[in-house]
């Protein structure tokens, strides 16, 4: 079982950059596909990015193109979301989240089975 620690949120001005990490606890990360995911007050959690085991494919949410990237590095058993451009509604908890294993990434929270505690991201107008 795969545990998660996310970390790298902060508080940030609109148009400001944050890179956040997902660290693993197992040597096993590399089995793992990876996705992001944020939850704002009062709203549904939204599927940011995923990226596959090796790192050689990822994807994300429309919304998320061009300003935010996924990538890892399984020797660091990390996985970074660099955000870029910041807007207020990006304000949100965010997590990060792993299918089980050899499982390829998907853009729907029910098919992840373990998660991190959140990092909170905070964009001030």
């Known amino acids: 079982q795969v545990q998660l620690v996310e970390s790298g949120g902060g508080l940030v001005q609109a148009g400001g950059s944050l890179r956040l990490s997902c660290a693993a606890s197992?040597?096993?990360?590399?089995?793992?596909?990876i996705g992001w995911f944020r939850q704002a007050p009062g709203k549904e959690r939204e599927f940011v990015a995923a990226?596959?085991?090796?790192?050689?494919?990822?994807y994300y949410a429309d919304s998320m193109k061009g300003r935010f990237t996924i990538s890892r590095d399984n020797a660091k058993n990390t996985v970074y979301l660099q955000m870029n451009s910041l807007k207020p509604e990006d304000t949100a908890v965010y997590y990060c989240?792993?299918?089980?294993?050899?499982?390829?990434?998907?853009?729907?929270?029910?098919?992840?089975?373990?998660w991190g505690q959140g990092t909170q991201v905070t964009v001030s107008s």
């Open positions: 989240a792993a299918p089980a294993k050899f499982r390829n990434y998907s853009d729907r929270s029910s098919e992840y089975d373990y």
């Open positions: 197992e040597r096993t990360f590399s089995m793992y596909a």
């Open positions: 990226i596959s085991l090796t790192g050689s494919s990822t």
